[in-house]
């Protein structure tokens, strides 16, 4: 086997399935057959996108797979060990960042190395990675769980970085998978009111079925009207939506010292401190990538904590990814969509 398929981004900023070469394992690599791989929104709007994606390269950064083969120089690996892959998780150990221990913020992780955005990533029947990036499976997580690891990563990080209090109240923006997975973390940390606020009935329902109390349109049912009449503002609000306005509507909805913090796009600020906007003082918080979570997720995972069955809406070949592109665009009954790139 010298070729193979592969999810790329192309130099013309379209996404198509390609015949790419097998990627060659150098000393210090690991190569990997991915499992399942998820759509993220990022994925989703990469065309659009002025940043990050390289030219070029194999998209997927949520995923599981089971290691094939390793370099010569690396140790500790076994062939046929299922992973979760993190994509972030290459840091350069020696900006500021890493200097103080916050590798989170480490620029070189996101913007050099980041797996599916600037190195290769999971949407291909084989990638190569640095071993630093992969975590074991136990075998209570099944493989499509381990392709939810990432972004029940930065739920949970989302949630601790917020300083989420037990009996505290709180609202979703947006009720994808990130904001599904928020509302369960949110139900498991003691909320005593969680309210989602989403467009789609079909994730509205979701939201209600996986831990929220309250699920709202905010096209029929105006947020100013909601919180202040029916409902008290929430002290928490979590913006997971990414979408045009909704920091807007997160500081309008907030209570008065009342905490945002943000989980969208990579192009989101990564470190916002105490705002006032509008005459209301509020903390935003910017929340995107993970540190010891990533470990805790799988904890998690593997102490059945989680619902992550009910969120995979569709498994398909890579060879159908635009099928699962386009039910993503237009989510009337889609979650998220899993490929499964060695099914032919």
């Known amino acids: 086997m010298t070729r193979m398929r592969a999810i790329v981004f192309g130099d013309d900023r379209k996404i198509r399935l390609e ?3 097998v990627p060659e ?6 190569l990997l057959r991915p499992h399942f791989c998820g759509i993220c929104g990022t994925d989703l709007h990469a065309p659009s996108m002025t940043a990050p994606f390289r030219a070029g390269v194999v998209m997927g950064h949520e995923f599981s797979a089971e290691v094939v083969a390793t370099g010569e120089q690396v140790q500790g690996w076994e062939p046929g060990t299922r992973v979760a892959v ?5 840091v350069c150990g020696a900006c500021g960042a890493c200097r103080d221990a916050r590798f989170n913020l480490c620029r070189s992780a996101v913007f050099v190395n980041g797996i599916g955005i600037r190195h290769d990533g999971g949407m291909a029947e084989l990638v190569t990675v640095d071993p630093k990036v992969l975590h074991p499976l136990p075998d209570s997580v099944s493989s499509e769980q381990g392709a939810f690891v990432e972004p029940l990563a930065t739920a949970i990080r989302a949630v601790r970085r917020s300083r989420f ?10 009720s994808g998978p990130v904001g599904l997975l928020m509302v369960q973390a949110l139900r498991r940390a003691g909320a005593s009111t969680i309210t989602a606020i989403e467009l789609s009935a079909f994730r509205r329902q979701a939201a209600l079925d996986l831990g929220a109390d309250i699920a709202f349109d905010p096209r029929t049912e105006p947020p100013r009207s909601v919180f202040g009449t029916e409902l008290e503002p929430p002290e928490f609000v979590f913006e997971c939506s990414g979408a045009q306005g909704t ?3 997160a500081v309008d909805i907030v209570r008065y010292g009342g905490r945002v913090t943000l989980t969208g ?3 989101r600020p990564v470190e916002v401190t105490a705002t006032t906007v509008i005459g209301k003082e509020v903390d935003v918080v910017g929340s995107i990538i993970y540190v010891e979570e990533f470990p805790l997720a799988i904890d998690l995972l593997a102490k059945g904590a989680f619902d992550i069955e009910s969120l995979i809406s569709m498994i398909l070949p890579i060879a159908r990814f635009d099928e699962g592109f386009e039910a993503l665009a237009n989510p009337v009954s889609t979650l998220k969509v899993l490929l499964h790139p060695t099914q032919k």
């Open 25 to 30: 394992v150098g000393p210090g690599d690991v």
């Open 165 to 174: 209090r037990l009996g505290s109240s709180a609202a979703v923006i947006g």
């Open 19 to 21: 015949e790419v070469p």
């Open 86 to 90: 993190n994509p972030n998780g290459n």
């Open 247 to 249: 920091l807007e509507l």
């Open 265 to 267: 796009l990579p192009s």
